[in-house]
């Protein structure tokens, strides 16, 4: 019989051989936490990126959340529900990019998923992301159904580890080389120091990497800065944000710009209500 926690290691090891001998670029929707401290979150539990980055961490994200997002060309949001009453940890994800290709002109992306988590043995969880994507051109429309696989390794109650295979059934190659969203591994982790100061850092096989930190100023306002960099094409990016969390909403604001190009830059602001 296989124990539980020897198929958790099986199944990381199959990600990484898999995921490597497949490896391209891929898109993942950051919430506002996220894009604050420097892209990171897949070892982290937020409402707002638990649907996008790794479902796995659903199963520490209790209660009912309304997630939305809004920035210049992006909106974002997600239903998720870890209540008694839920059978088990779950979530709906919407996602809209309006953006500008390099040789195919005007893009409209509409990604529609569903998120399911459960522990497989205790500190070991485990999520899958069901992806329905739409993407249309001036003259042409594609549509594929992908998935992304998550795995949360929590050994202590204020670490996290977090592995995620991304588009783990390939590309989609009815579409343009451009328009396809291809397969990634990413990597997370997470440290919370008495509950007052929480540091990420994140990577993934896009030669990405990303490094942040939270502060909490008091019980309702949070501070955080990151920076992140894509190794490969060398996009330097430094971030800040604020958030407030109070007892019917939490509203968190980010900003990132780049060091080497002052038109690459983006704001965001995210609405979290709990329910």
Known sequence: MLRPLSFVKKLSVFLLVYVS?????AQVYNSSVSVATGGTGRAAVEPGDSGFLNPATLTSLGGRYLF???AKEDFAASLSDNTKESPMP???NYVQKYSQTETLGDLKEHDMSVSLAGFVVTKWSIGLTAHYLEQ??????YHSVNGDL??????IEDVGLALVGYNIFGENKDAPEELRHKTSVGFGANYVYH???RLRADADSE?????GVETFVNRFVVTRFGYSDDLDDTRP???AGLGFSGPRFRLNYAYFGNTQKSSDYRHSIDLVIPF
Do not use: H, Q, R
């Open 90 to 92: 779950a979530s709906f």
């Open 136 to 141: 249309w051109l001036a003259k042409s429309s």
């Open 21 to 25: 001998a497949n490896i391209a670029s």
């Open 150 to 155: 998550g795995i949360l390794y929590t050994p």
């Open 68 to 70: 939305t997002s809004f």
């Open 207 to 211: 030669s990405k990497v990303g490094v």
């Open 237 to 239: 990016l430094i971030s």
């Open 195 to 197: 509950s007052m100061i």
